[in-house]
């Protein structure tokens, strides 16, 4: 398991592929700091210091955390900042408080386990709409992407995932058995995101 954040670069000090925390802003469209330079309060580019952050554990950790979802309290709201919910009780906040359409925000699911080709910088609607679209389905909310009919979907064969026949990488991605395995008889890394896989 990889301690490191590979691909994120901190957008104030420049440093690649770090370990320690990922800090997020959930406003700006591609904002991250390391853990050191957020602890400093360093600010660059338009970012504003009380823009919401989200604090992105090391991949390592995040798995840990990730083996129980309904437990996994890690997500904060982008438009407000509060923060430590799940996938259900942050739809939940959203939908008490946060039901119409506000600024441009990043999902904080997707900014956690860096989704490519999913909407993560929501503007045309809010983000309880892209909740419920993208992270529900028919049995409830799920971390990952959801696919065209409710279903989570390999992001290999773009393909439905059933429970007997999935795999989730440490950095959140999600694939059929084989399509993963066969990826990593070749690569250590994932195809997605390109986190080490040891």
């Not at 950095?171 to 995101?193: S, Y």
């Amino acid at each position: 398991m990889s301690e490191i954040h590979w691909g994120i670069v901190c957008d104030y000090c420049e440093k690649a592929s770090f370990g320690g925390f990922r800090v997020a802003c959930l406003v700006c469209r591609d904002y991250d700091l390391c853990e050191e330079c957020h602890r400093k309060k360093r600010v660059s580019l338009n970012h504003q210091a009380y823009h919401p952050m989200l604090v992105i554990p090391p991949p390592k950790k995040l798995n840990e955390i990730l083996a129980h979802p309904e437990q996994t309290r890690i997500f904060r709201c982008p438009n407000c900042g509060d923060g430590n919910f799940n996938v259900q009780e942050l739809s939940a906040h959203c939908l008490e408080y946060h039901s119409y359409k506000s600024c441009k925000v990043r999902c904080p699911i997707c900014v956690t386990f860096r989704t490519e080709g999913r909407k993560s910088w929501i503007a045309e609607d809010t983000l309880l709409l892209h909740l419920l679209a993208s992270h529900q389905n028919d049995k409830g909310f799920v971390l990952g992407g959801v696919g065209r009919n409710g279903t989570q979907e390999c992001s290999v064969c773009i393909e439905e995932i059933s429970i007997e026949n999935f795999k989730r990488l440490i950095c959140g991605h999600a694939f059929h058995v084989a399509c993963i395995n066969t990826w990593l008889q070749e690569n250590d890394n994932c195809p997605m995101c390109r986190t080490e896989i040891n």
